[in-house]
Each structure stands twice: as structure tokens, then as C-alpha cells.
């Protein structure tokens, strides 16, 4: 692509988001970095970003910070990296259907929206980069994380038609799977598991109140975790690159369980993944 492009980024408060708006920008790009809260805004404008208020679950806001940012660009979109989430853990038998839906509505309704507008912009263009921040649960399932498993399962499989539905219109669309990343999402899971979750009656409560310790822990809670800088640098060989991959795993849990998905039977993979649950 050109050596400076309108990049259009989504949950850029902190982690994965944040960390690469900051590294994008200080290659020169244009880089539009959104936030849900209005002080995320705030700060990000006070650091020199370009910033709109974006909430992935509500469609006003959305058409809103999209019609600002074609207003800021000229009416011109050259990538998206589709990025804001949240992980609600819970065992799925503990899931209502509200809180499944909250889930499904800004990790991929939310996202779907923001992407079929900018698609329209891409078509006109003949060009542009649609880069999805899925993970290793697009495809492994792990036990008590059946909400977020749901939606990024859901994602790739989006995902995988919109490419196909772009072939010959000069629009790349690309997953990026990371495994562990030390980001501030296990303080916002336990948010989402304490105000949802009833887990003192329920039968998996000897496994919540480990979750409740692991999701309170400092530091890194699993091994193999890597900051989230190593995200930072597949986004951006998918947005440099002449022909970017389809696909870039990040993190050795992710090319390790991409292999044993592909080798082990059905039976053993579950008891080697509720092992590691």
C-alpha cells in the first residue's frame, strides 16, 4: 500500500488497539483511533490522534464515527482493523440470552455493521484492507468461554465469505488469531463475569472460584503470553505487504493447537482441551 494510509482502528483505550494506533502512526499513516468512553477520546486527542467516540453496540454511534472519519480522510478508507471486544466467561449452561446477545452484539454485530459501510467505501476505491482481530478461540474451544468461542467462531466464518464475495476487487480481507496477549481484557471479563454471572449457586462454582482468581492475578495469567506489540507487528505486515496472508497466528498456542486440530481425532483433542481448560 502507500506509505501513508487512512487506517480506521476500533477499542483503542489500551492494549492491542492502542499499541498499534501508536505504532501505525509513527510510520506516518493517518491513523483514526476510536474509543467507547468519552476520556479514552479525550486522551487519545490530547496525544496527537484523530479520535471519534465509538460504541459497537449501538449503530447510531457507529454511523457516526464512520461519517466523521470519511469527513476527516477526504471520503477515503484504506484499512480497517476491527479490533474493540470484550470476553465474558461463564459456563454456557450459565449464560442467559441477554448476556449472550450483549456478547454477539459488540464482538460481531457491531463489527459487521461497521464493515459493510466501509466495504461501499473499498468498492469505489478498488482497493482497501479489512483486518479482523479474531483469536485461537476462532478455532479451538476451551471450557467456560463458550460466549466469546461463539463469536470469534462466528467472525472467521464471516470472515472467510467476505473474502471470498471480495475476489477481483482489490479489497484484502484478513484474520488475525492471537493466543494469549497481555492486555487489559481479563480486567473487563471480570467485570462481565461478576455482573452476569451468578456463580455461587451454580454446579461450576469450584471452577469460578479459580476463574475468579485467575481473571484478579497481576501479570500474565498463562504461559506463552506476549505483549501486545506482538500483534502490533502482523497488522502491520498485512498492511505493507503487496499480498498479505489470509491468515497470521500469533502466539505459540495458536500454531501449536492450529496443527493438533489438523492431527489429533475429535475425542482426543477434546480431553487434551479440557486439560488445558
Known amino acids: ?3 501513508s494510509s487512512n ?3 476500533t477499542g483503542c483505550s489500551t492494549g492491542i488497539g492502542y499499541d498499534t494506533a501508536v505504532k501505525l502512526k509513527q510510520r506516518g499513516h493517518t491513523v483514526i483511533a476510536t474509543a467507547r468512553q468519552p476520556q479514552d477520546v479525550d486522551r487519545l486527542r490530547d496525544e496527537g490522534f484523530t479520535s471519534f467516540l465509538l460504541d459497537l453496540a449501538d449503530s447510531d454511534s457507529i454511523q457516526s464515527a ?8 477526504g471520503g477515503r478508507m484504506d484499512v480497517l482493523f476491527n479490533n474493540g471486544a470484550y470476553a465474558q466467561p461463564g459456563a454456557v449452561e450459565d449464560l442467559t440470552r441477554d448476556t449472550l446477545r450483549k456478547q454477539f452484539e459488540i464482538n460481531l454485530f457491531g463489527w459487521h455493521e461497521l464493515t ?3 466495504v461501499r467505501v473499498m468498492r469505489e476505491q478498488g482497493s482497501g484492507r479489512i483486518i479482523q482481530n479474531s483469536s485461537i478461540l476462532g ?3 476451551l471450557k467456560h468461554r463458550g460466549a466469546y468461542v461463539a463469536t470469534k467462531y462466528a467472525l472467521e466464518g464471516l470472515t472467510d465469505t467476505l473474502r471470498l464475495e471480495l475476489e477481483g476487487t482489490g479489497i484484502h480481507v484478513i484474520l488475525i488469531e492471537p493466543g494469549p496477549i497481555l492486555t487489559n481484557m481479563r480486567r473487563n471479563s471480570l467485570k462481565a463475569f461478576e455482573e452476569n454471572i451468578n456463580w455461587e449457586t451454580s454446579v461450576h462454582r469450584g471452577h469460578y472460584e479459580k476463574t475468579l482468581a485467575r481473571l484478579r492475578k497481576e501479570g500474565p495469567a498463562q504461559a506463552f503470553t506476549l505483549p501486545a506489540s506482538a500483534v502490533t507487528k502482523r497488522v502491520i505486515h498485512a498492511i505493507d505487504s503487496p499480498m498479505p496472508k489470509i491468515r497470521y497466528p500469533v502466539t505459540f498456542p495458536t500454531y501449536l493447537f492450529a496443527v493438533l486440530t489438523r492431527i489429533l481425532p475429535d475425542r482426543l483433542l477434546d480431553r ?3 486439560k488445558v481448560s
Not at 464512520?66 to 480522510?73: A, S, V, Y
Open 7 to 9: 487506517i480506521f482502528i
Open 66 to 73: 464512520f461519517n466523521q472519519t470519511l469527513e476527516h480522510t
Open 116 to 118: 459493510t459501510l466501509v
Open 272 to 274: 487434551f482441551l479440557i
Open 139 to 141: 478455532f479451538i474451544a
Open 1 to 3: 500500500m502507500s506509505t
